[in-house]
């Protein structure tokens, strides 16, 4: 079989399902506007064609134009089996014009949840995606039936499937050994994220004194932050690690207690489900991909979205029951397990492609 994934190759997500199925022995590439330079994988770089100053509307019309004619040119070289593309309102759109060849669309999150909402052309590029996608995968429910209002149709085309995580490579830890509480938190410092929400929280909480908190990945929000650490006096526990392999990431995960997130919009998210597995307690934001975790059985807090006040008390709420809480961290690696392991996961993607190229 061979595969192109049109996506961004510098995302942990495009290069992970490019890793697997190119470790099944299929021919796999990847078309790219992102450069990167990964062993064993065939990397198509299209650039982002064009520079400023530029008109928006005329440069944005022409750099469509030209991305398409390279993604054309390459797909007519490599002549794939299956085109599969991440990201419904950029990478799904330029997909949405080879019809010829099965397309596999993954919606992650922001460009179903937040993009979608924005601006007009963002629906008009997310609904031509869809539209023209023989399959498109969600990770969770509520995206799922996001995607049918878009859609307007039920359509079995639409499957829930998030690809999960190597179990193997992150082990169940909880020590308490030494008396410090490690909070961790491994989304990128990026507007959407709201980290600013935690810092904020952890101004708030009284108790700090055996708190240490780990703020991993890096963006534009990072000078933004730590001056906020500064202003706050939070240097003695708040530690900004900056963006960690994700070979090394483990680590952190098993060293820590606590996860948390802060972001007000999610599909379903492959650190959180890193942290489950490594024996993290989560507390998260009080939305619709959260709270479908909770009917799945899964042990965790919930707070009000973008709300310090509300996440203060969760923590300290969670600090006086710390000592009580492993057998249901226990659970949730079993559930992850269960529902979230990746090899287990690409196998149902794996028919899928089958069956597209059958057809």
Partial sequence: MRIIYIGDATSIHVIEWAKYFSGCGYEVHIISDNFNSLPDLKIHYISQCLYKPHLPLISATLQIAIKIIKIRKLVNTIKPDIIHAHYATN???????????????????????????????????????????????????????????????????????????????????????????????????????????LIEALKILEEKSKLNVLIIGSGSMEKHLKKMVDNYNLRDYIKFYGKIGHNDIPKYYSSSHIYISTSPSDGLSISLLEAFASGCYPILPNIPANKELVKMGFNLKLYEVNNPFSLSTVIEDTLKKINYIKKDIFKNRTLVEKHFDRNKNMKKIEEIYKHLISV
């Fill in 91 to 197: 990478y799904g759109f330029l997909s949405s014009f080879f019809k010829n060849i099965p397309l596999v669309l993954t919606c992650h999150g922001s460009d179903i949840l937040i993009d979608y909402e924005k601006k007009t052309i963002n629906k008009i590029f997310i609904k031509k995606a869809l539209k023209r996608a023989d399959i498109i995968t969600a990770p969770s429910h509520n995206m799922k039936n996001k995607i049918i209002h878009i859609l307007k149709s039920t359509s079995p085309k639409i499957v829930k499937i998030q690809y999960g995580i190597d179990i193997d490579k992150f082990k169940f830890k909880f020590d308490l050994d030494k008396g410090i509480i490690n909070i961790i938190s491994t989304r990128s410092l990026e507007k959407k994220y709201r980290i600013e929400t």
